[in-house]
């Protein structure tokens, strides 16, 4: 997601105000009202971010669980781990970012930039998420223990590149792709050349679909001089796209052969495929109500490709 509000954020409505960007509702609503702020600052109200952070470790568990109790552990681990750590990853793009968000209007209410949370508090509370997110790193094997340690950089990164590169959303990539190569040796204990071609798809899929999000922003963006791939390539976004689908599709196949996929992974696979082509060929870089709507069929997209692994087990 552009510029300065990035994939972390996870989406807003459609309605009246599209680019109202915080609004207490569902169950946040519900919690007492010391507790919102911190909820909003998790983007606890919008689980399209967690989503997006667990969905390549899903392919990973359906790919390559040695069972099905174990791809369910697993699961249920990555899903609690990826909403607080979608949740930290949160707290640091707004630490950085209150500035900036100020002077957006879809930002602007956010908790920091607000001043509904100071900036202690922010880092405390960061300091606690990122406590709970090794707790559970802790279970895994040693591999995935170092795996998941190394995924910080990038976190702590990407704030920054949208500052001094076109390419922000490519360190959004390696980060949010991060489950891919750590659920794979989560499941085996190692990592090959099967997790790899899952760690790339992932990659070039997050790619393709941030840069979709960022035309929300991209006006806003010029103002403030943040970068984007959705400003670098404009009227050129289309065919930017094709080529990051079609390559993510290529790498999910080259995945699922090496893994040693049963007949059904193929026409399987060929739903999510044709739901990418679909982005490409609806996309409208000055609509941003489309533009959010496209991102936010990448959840259903990403689900069908963990089902067409499961499939290929059959």
Known sequence: MGGSRGTEAGGTDTGAAPHTDIRARGWVAQLPSAW?????LMRLDRPIGV?????????????AAPDWRTGLWLTLLFALGATIMRGAGCVVNDLWDRELDKKVSRTASRPLASGAVSVKKAVAFLGVLLLLGLAILLTLNPLSI???????????????AKRVTDWPQAVLGLTFSWAAPLGYAAATGRLDAVGSFLYAAAFLWILAYDTIYAHQDREDDILVGIRSTARHFGERTRPFLAICYGGAVVLLALAGWLGGMGPWFWPVLLLPAAMLAWQVARLDIHNPALCLRLFQ?????????????LAGRL
Not at 36 to 40: E, F, H, N, R, V
Not at 52 to 63: D, H, N, Q, R, V
Request: glycine share 6%; hydrophobic share 65%; charged share 5%.
């Open 36 to 40: 919102q702020p911190y909820a909003l």
């Open 51 to 63: 989503w997006l952070l667990l969905l390549p470790g899903l392919w990973a568990f359906a790919l």
């Open 146 to 160: 170092v795996l998941g340690v190394v995924s910080l950089v990038p976190v702590a990164l990407y704030p920054a």
């Open 297 to 309: 069929s990448n959840r259903d997209v990403g689900l069908l490709i963990a089902l067409a692994f």
